[in-house]
């Protein structure tokens, strides 16, 4: 008998009930809602002081692979970053969500 290929699904997340897939392996199309994307961001959350810094967003970057261009770390920090201490806070999460959003084709 076939054998499916769970290489998507074994890396989904159970995430209040429902799965969550983790966006490294989604080729495809790819749909996020803003309360997901700020979910998936905060995982990158190293040292948990809530906001997320240049190089914890690199990280997340990296494992995401392609679908967020380095040049565009920097435009979306930059973007987000509202009163430049060069954090990603909650509040400016919702930013880089909506830079997210409409640079990269996440949906909200
Ligand atoms: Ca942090
Ligand atoms: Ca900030």
Redesign the pocket.
Known sequence: MAIKNYHTVHKGVHVGGKTEMTMCRLKKKREMTMAEFKEWIRRFDEDKDG?ISRDELREAIRATGAWFPSWKTKLGVKA??????????DN?ITNLAEFAQNHLGIHS
């Open positions: 906001r987000a970053d509202m009163n430049r201490d060069g954090f990603i806070e400016e």
